[in-house]
């Protein structure tokens, strides 16, 4: 497999990859640095947002608008984030102007649906307030915001969710046929359900602590396993399959501080990639042999990387793994 670092961010964070048009990109930033990139995968052309504070936890770009795009911004390791909130970024030409779109202390996800050609943005924060980085006395909240055509500035919000205890995975997938946006804390794993009256309500998946999390049909069954980081930043991938009641573990294998979990199809065949931020620091690949009996390949893919966010994609005509691998301040493709 080849590897193109693509871009070099110190203390680089948010790595996330998305299709504006017929051309795909790269949001890239730091968790420290205002140091926050658009870059095209084919043209290889960067483009430095600005006006950021640093503090980057994601990037995103809003449906059917190629020149806007939200995202979550000042949250400072270990958990310093009261001044973070949600920032939005116009591109005019090679220009960009940014502004603070909506204050939310300790902001960490964001993330939009787009429903019978509505645009719903969602972030997360992972607790309503911290006195120190080991306070988690606060539940996070999850706050809805209708991005209607010409919306203005500050964004007005619906708090949608204040229950939820050291969140940190977000994830836009499809429960029963639909696509909807899941999150996952101490609590387990939810995803909201919209309401005939736009009400968004929170629905339980699973109900063991979760760091992080993603789906895919490992088995070529046709039913998606529940892949997960347990607990919180955790030592533990596991891999479940659902049963008629539950849901019923396949696979267990050691993580240090495991982060960047992500799931895709590369040459046709399910894999899954993980990031390790302490111990190894390796970004590691798994591939199922026999789900079954539980049995799965594990692969170093990046030694010394320490990654914070991987991605799993392609672009139509080749397959792709993107990880931020803050350890070397970069940002890389595997292709």
Known sequence: MKKKVILNIESVYTANAFQIGSDFFVGAGSETLPEVYLYNIATGESSLVNGC??????????PENSDL???IMGLFPPFIGAEAGVFMHRKSGNEWTTEKAFDLPFAHRCEILNRNGKNYLFAASVSKYKENPADWSKPGEMHLFRLEDNFQLPLQSELIDNSLTRNHGMLRTKINGLETLCISGAEGIFYFEQEADDK????????????EFCFIDLDGDGQEELVCIEPFHGQTLNVYKKTANTWELKYTNSLSFGHGLSCGFVNGKPIIM???????????????????????IREVLEEDAGPTQTQVFSDGKTDYILSANQKKNEVALYF
């Open 274 to 296: 993980v990031g390790n931020r302490r111990g190894s620091f390796t970004l590691d690949q798994f591939k199922v042999v026999d789900l079954a009996k539980g049995e799965f």
């Open 200 to 211: 968004w309500i929170k629905k339980p998946l699973f109900d063991k602590e979760v760091s």
């Open 69 to 71: 795009f939200f995202s």
């Open 53 to 62: 504070p640093g503090g980057v936890m994601s990037f995103i770009p809003v």
